[in-house]
């Protein structure tokens, strides 16, 4: 959002300040201020917008804290660093509006400076949160946790997803020009390849990772687009996944034929990094959740209420 006007055209300024305090202070319907101002509906919206566009009128929405005993007692139960809290239900497929704050928050008791590393997944949440505006981060850098996904959902798209947070952060990307799946001997090549191996390093150096957490099985062919095999019975008894790294309900990682192609990071790696940020939302991802935390994929969650709920839910069960 910009600042308030520095110039005043009154031609342009007053028909929305006018629109603004009748629509905003004195609750009167766009009708009325359309009569009152000799306009059409249509352009009295149009004025509101652009009210809200210059910072004529800014709307400050300060949510509740949500129940701070459920986060203690989810944070004791999986044993996790933290756990973060949005008030509201988000939208699975873009959950940023519901999450961001809390996200924020979480970034923020970090302290993150300039040079440091964060790894990002993929996934609809982080693609989502990536679009949002967040805090800045200036200088951090910003690295794919995997190769990107051959297929065009977006938010398989690790560089793309990597560039949008480096932008919404003020950080710095780093890419992995790879796909997620490649073959043993490319992968070999790959590892002495400088502008690949240098990016792999940098995931040694994270200080925080923001990882989506993903539902087994899945509702959808999503996991196969981006080449994972249809219906591997070495994966049929997966709760989830994060980056392509699938468990049990009870932590167990199971591991999979095609996994040694993966080019993403391991779970060792993951489990170096200080801080690991796990961000999901819905009902179906309860379960998920539980076993991330189990399987130590995850130390930190950022959720919203309804989920919390449903993890908790399962835990008491």
């Known amino acids: 959002m910009r600042g308030p006007v520095s110039y005043y055209d009154p031609d342009e300024v007053e028909p929305m300040v006018t629109a603004a305090v009748m629509y905003y202070q004195a609750h009167r319907s766009q009708a009325q201020i359309a009569r009152h101002l000799g306009v059409s509906r249509p352009t009295v919206s149009r004025l509101l917008a652009r009210a809200r566009q210059l910072g004529i009128v800014r709307i400050e929405i300060v949510p509740p804290t949500a129940d701070p005993g459920l986060g203690k007692d989810l944070q004791e139960r999986l044993g996790l660093r933290g756990v973060h809290i949005a008030a509201g239900l988000a939208d699975p497929d873009d959950p940023a509006p519901v999450l961001a704050g809390r996200l924020n928050d979480a970034l923020a008791g970090i302290g993150l400076q300039p040079g440091d590393v964060l790894v990002v997944g993929w996934g609809r949440a982080i693609y989502s949160l990536g679009r949002y505006e967040l805090a800045p981060l200036p200088g951090v850098v910003v690295v794919p946790a995997l190769g990107g996904g051959a297929e065009d959902r977006p938010w398989f798209q690790a560089n793309e997803i990597t560039r949008r947070w480096a932008v919404t952060l003020h950080g710095i990307p780093r890419y992995l020009h790879a796909p997620a799946f490649v073959s043993s001997a490319l992968k070999r090549s790959l590892d002495h390849e400088e502008g690949v191996h240098s990016t792999l390093d940098l995931w040694d150096r994270a200080k925080v990772a923001l990882l989506g957490i993903g539902a087994y099985p899945k509702p959808d062919s999503s996991l196969v687009a981006v080449g994972f095999s249809d219906g591997d019975p070495a994966i049929a008894d997966a709760t989830g996944d994060v ?22 990071i391991t779970p060792d790696r993951i489990r170096r990094i200080p801080h690991v940020v796990g961000i999901s939302v819905g009902a179906d991802k309860a379960r998920a959740i539980i076993g991330a935390a189990r399987a130590r994929l995850v130390n930190t969650l950022v959720i919203d209420a309804g989920t919390a709920r449903e993890v908790a839910a399962l835990l008491d069960a």
């Open 243 to 264: 980056v392509g790294r699938f468990f049990t309900g009870d932590g167990t990682l199971i591991h999979y034929p095609d996994e040694p192609r993966l080019l993403g």
